[in-house]
Each structure stands twice: as structure tokens, then as C-alpha cells.
């Protein structure tokens, strides 16, 4: 195998792609609580049944929260505790809006400024160009949101009081 030698701040300053990364990875420990929390609520007794991970491994993100947030409407009058679902719900919508932002926009330092920026294009009606400059304090804001919804669920279903990990 290849030893490639990148520069320094490519493709964006070390402190950038470390955040960057741990939103991805909180993200994808997201996507399989709600895949586990989906398994589990349609009553199969296996951690992520084999017949659910079918379902959702057929379904985009959002398509696997409106089938979450369907269960979680259908069964809260059985479970009592699932009541507080619709918040759960609507932070992990939330979140993927955040995570959407930096993991679907380009991101690019300006090596004159040094500035990190997202950079996206959107054509509904015209064409609308938008540039938002980013700081580290925002990608670090995405991962504890993220982190907190995946906990909201967690707490949701299973009736614990976890904390965020920078309450411990």
C-alpha cells in the first residue's frame, strides 16, 4: 500500500478535519440508534433483527424517521413513557439539517484568510449561491447536538437518564 504524504492544512486545517470527523461519526452512531429503535419497536426481540435491518437498509435517513416517528405516534398510548416523543423526533430532524450542512456542502479554507467556509448552490426558481463562513465552535455545536439527540432517544425508549458525555 501507498504511504501518501499530504500537506498540512489540506484539504482543511487539522483542527477543522477532526471536527468534521466526529460529527460523521456521531452521525453514523445516530443513523443505527434510530435503525436499533425502529428493530425494537416493531416488536422484534433481537437487538436489529435481521427482517427490520432489510426495511432500513432500503430506506433513506428521513424515510427511517418517519417510519420511527410513526411507531413512536402508534405506540405512545400503549407506552406511556414514549409521550415525549415528538421532541425526540424533531431534534434528531434537527440535527440532520446540521450534519447536512457540513457533510453535503463543500468545505474550503481560504489560504489568504485562513477562513473555513461552506459553499452551496440551491435552484428553486433561480439560482442561489451562498457562502457561510464556519468555526470551529459551530462544528463542535453540530457533534453535542447530535450527541444529545442520540441520547433523547436512548432515554426515550429505554426510560434511563443518560447525560451528555460532558456532564459525566
Same mark, same amino acid.
Given at each position: ?16 478535519? @477532526? ?51 410513526? +411507531? ?53 426558481? @433561480? ?28 432515554? +426515550? ?12
Amino acid at each position: 500500500m501507498k504511504n501518501y504524504q499530504f500537506p498540512q492544512d489540506w484539504p482543511l486545517p487539522p483542527d477543522y478535519l @477532526k471536527e468534521v470527523g466526529r460529527i460523521s461519526v456521531l452521525f453514523g452512531s445516530l443513523e443505527s440508534s434510530v435503525n436499533v429503535a425502529i428493530s425494537k419497536l416493531t416488536g422484534y426481540d433481537e437487538m436489529l433483527d435481521w427482517r427490520s435491518a432489510i426495511v432500513t437498509a432500503h430506506a433513506n435517513f428521513k424515510q427511517r424517521i418517519d417510519i420511527l416517528e410513526t +411507531l413512536l405516534h402508534e405506540l405512545h398510548d400503549e407506552f406511556p413513557h414514549l409521550a415525549g416523543y415528538r421532541q425526540v423526533v424533531n431534534k434528531i430532524k434537527q440535527v440532520q439539517k446540521k450534519r447536512n450542512r457540513f457533510m453535503h456542502q463543500a468545505l474550503s479554507m481560504d489560504p489568504e484568510t485562513g477562513t473555513v467556509a461552506t459553499s452551496a448552490l440551491s435552484a428553486r426558481g @433561480k439560482l442561489k449561491p451562498e457562502v457561510k463562513q464556519v468555526s470551529i465552535a459551530e462544528l463542535r455545536s453540530a457533534s453535542a447536538d447530535i450527541h444529545v439527540a442520540m441520547i433523547g432517544l436512548h432515554n +426515550l425508549l429505554t426510560q434511563a437518564e443518560r447525560k451528555p458525555i460532558w456532564e459525566k
